[in-house]
């Protein structure tokens, strides 16, 4: 599937990979302003600014979205990406102030190199500062870090990443990009066919569903070391109720493409987007299958783009 988040206009993505160690964040950035909603579907998430976004709530747009690396550390780059809108007057306008509106998520990749380094606001605004329009994927940004299949222990892991995806139907554009980061496998929907995840003893990923079904049991498992972190956007037209609706319907393409998912090791979380660039309404219905899909296609983009990692071979490295 082509296209990518950038698809939807007034939306621009830009990465930071930090040199020191597999860590970096990735921003989302609506300048103009979005309708949001979110949806938290695993038992260990980090984020920030989420009940914002509920609908009773008074603020109606966000000015970016961050997904980031670090653990709870890494909500400190949120603080960059309110600092580069500010400086250029993009926020919730309060008398006087602006102040721009960042919810974020974060997923766990402390187990690789010092944990001390971690995204901070320096490498928000430099994320902002990277954004653009064209799809970069793989390791890159929130995905640097990002691991999957850890079900029977990290050593059996294989390299996440980050991806994305767009549909375009009845003139109304759909796109996804999504950090994998999972404790699960990552599955084909269209074959089954596990892409990456737990490896078994000739190195290439065997499937943690079919172990545990027949009898083989997991590691002791660390509470919070993993998450599926990502945005589903649109430019439909959509009031903050229905933005949570999407992310919630977005969720459907996690549960298709990681396998297991939403664990209580996990902290999965989705936000929606809807820039209303289109400039009008459509079906919920649709709009949420086609969120779904645009997700599963952007899970099985990162572990195809993604680049290894000393012990932690990538999907292209195996064949």
């Known amino acids: 599937m082509p296209g990518h988040l950038g698809d939807v206009a007034g939306l621009r993505v830009g990465h930071f990979s930090d040199a020191r160690r597999p860590t970096g964040c990735t921003v989302v950035l609506c300048e103009q ?3 949001a909603g979110v949806d938290v579907r695993g038992a260990a998430p980090g ?5 914002l976004l509920r609908p009773e709530n008074t603020v109606q747009q966000v000015h970016a979205v961050l997904l980031s690396g670090g653990s709870a550390f890494g909500l400190d780059a949120a603080g960059g990406v309110m600092r580069w809108l500010r ?3 993009h926020g919730l306008k309060v008398g006087a102030a602006c102040v721009p509106i960042v919810p974020a998520a974060v997923l766990f990749d402390l187990g690789l190199g010092d944990p001390s380094i971690c995204p901070d606001a320096a490498a928000g605004y430099a994320a902002c500062e990277a954004a653009g329009a064209d799809a970069v ?9 990002a691991t999957l299949g850890k079900l029977f222990g990290a050593q059996h892991a294989m390299k996440g990443g980050i991806g994305t995806a767009s549909l375009c139907l009845d003139g109304i554009t759909v796109a996804a990009l999504v950090a994998v980061n ?3 496998d990552v ?9 990456a995840g737990t490896r078994g003893a000739d190195g290439h990923p ?3 569903l079919q172990d545990l079904l027949a009898g083989r049991k997991p590691a002791s498992l660390l509470a919070a070391a993993n998450t599926t972190i990502g945005v589903v956007a649109t430019d439909a037209q959509l009031d903050k109720a229905q933005a949570c609706k999407l992310a919630q319907m977005s969720h459907d393409g996690l549960a298709r493409s990681i396998n297991p998912v939403h664990t209580p090791s996990d902290g999965d979380v989705m936000f929606a987007l809807a820039t209303g660039g289109a400039g009008r309404t459509a079906e919920l219905g649709w709009l949420g299958a086609l969120a779904a899909e645009v997700t599963a296609q952007a899970v099985l ?4 783009c993604a680049t290894g990692l000393p012990g932690i071979p990538a999907l292209s490295e195996l064949r």
């Open 33 to 35: 302003g979005a309708v």
């Open 47 to 51: 984020t920030r600014e989420t009940d």
């Open 87 to 89: 400086e250029r007057g």
């Open 137 to 145: 994927m793989g390791s890159v940004g929130a995905g640097s870090g």
């Open 182 to 184: 999972a404790l699960g």
């Open 187 to 195: 599955i084909d929907p269209s074959t089954g066919q596990v892409l």
């Open 206 to 208: 065997v499937g943690a």
């Open 301 to 304: 983009h990162a572990v195809r």
